[in-house]
C-alpha cells in the first residue's frame, strides 16, 4: 500500500514560517489533503486539495505539491498553531485507499 | 450547522460486544460517505472503512476487515461501527468523519469529524 513519511517534529518560534513535509512516491500526482489535531480534540482540515482552505482556516495556511513531497506551510507561527499535523491522500489503486501520513508535531518555541 | 456528533464513551471488557454510533445534521446525510479512523493512545491516525449511507455501499481497509462492522440507518442519519467480540488492542479513540466527493468521482477530504468515541477494554 501507498506510504506517506513525515518528520516526527518540527520546531519554529512565533512569527516565523514552519514547513512540514509529507513525502510518497509520484505524490505530485495525488491530491493532498493536511488535517490540524490538538490535544485531546478532533481532527480539523486545514488544507485540502493540495493548496485550497476550508472556509475559516487562515490565510497563514498554506499548501504545495510537486514531486515527491508535498508541504504544509504555516506563515507567522503563533503559540496557538502547536499540534499535530497529518497529511492525507486517495489512493485509487491501492486497497488501503485512503492513507494518512504518521503525523508531525509542530512545537512553538 | 453541519456536525457529526458521536456517542459516549464505552468501557468494556475483552470479549464483550459493542455498538458505538456517529450521527448527521445539517447536511443531506445519504449524499455523502462516512468514514471511520482509529487513534491509539499517543498514535497516529488510521482509516478503518467507510459507508454510503444511501445505499450501504461499504469499504473496509484490509487491516480491518472482518474485525468491525460498519453500518447505518439513514432513517435516523445515523452510522455505525460495531464489534461483536473486543480485544485490549481495541482500545482507542475512534472518529468518524465525513468525506467529500467531486463530480468526477474523485475521492476528496475528510472535512467534517465528529468528536470521538473513547472505547477502553480492560479486564
Known amino acids: 500500500s501507498y506510504v506517506l513519511t513525515q518528520p516526527p517534529s518540527v520546531s519554529v518560534a512565533p512569527g516565523k514560517t514552519a514547513r512540514i513535509t509529507c513525502g510518497g512516491n509520484?505524490?505530485?500526482?495525488?491530491?493532498v489533503h493536511w488535517y490540524q489535531q490538538k490535544p485531546g480534540q478532533a481532527p480539523v482540515l486545514v488544507v485540502y486539495d493540495d493548496s485550497d482552505r476550508p472556509s475559516g482556516i487562515p490565510e497563514r495556511f498554506s499548501g504545495s505539491n510537486s514531486g515527491n513531497t508535498a508541504t504544509l506551510t504555516i506563515s507567522r507561527v503563533e503559540a496557538g498553531d502547536e499540534a499535530d499535523y497529518y497529511c492525507q491522500v486517495w489512493d485509487s489503486s491501492s486497497d488501503h485507499p485512503r492513507v494518512f501520513g504518521g503525523g508531525t508535531k509542530l512545537t512553538v518555541l | 450547522e453541519v456536525q457529526l456528533v458521536q456517542s459516549g464513551a464505552e468501557v468494556k471488557k475483552p470479549g464483550e460486544s459493542l455498538k458505538i454510533s456517529c450521527k448527521g445534521s445539517?447536511?443531506?446525510?445519504?449524499?455523502?460517505?462516512i468514514g471511520w479512523v482509529r487513534q491509539m493512545p499517543g498514535k497516529g491516525l488510521e482509516w478503518m472503512g467507510i459507508i454510503y449511507p444511501g445505499d450501504s455501499d461499504t469499504r473496509y481497509s484490509p487491516s480491518f476487515q472482518g474485525q468491525v462492522t460498519i453500518s447505518a440507518d439513514k432513517s435516523i442519519s445515523t452510522a455505525y461501527l460495531q464489534w461483536s467480540s473486543l480485544k485490549a488492542s481495541d482500545t482507542a479513540m475512534y472518529y468518524c468523519?465525513?468525506?467529500?466527493?467531486?463530480?468526477?468521482?474523485?475521492?476528496?477530504?475528510?472535512?467534517?469529524w465528529g468528536q470521538g468515541t473513547m472505547v477502553t477494554v480492560s479486564s
Open positions: 445539517g447536511y443531506s446525510f445519504t449524499s455523502y460517505w
Open positions: 509520484n505524490i505530485g500526482s495525488k491530491s
Open positions: 468523519a465525513r468525506e467529500r466527493r467531486y463530480s468526477s468521482g474523485e475521492v476528496g477530504a475528510f472535512d467534517i
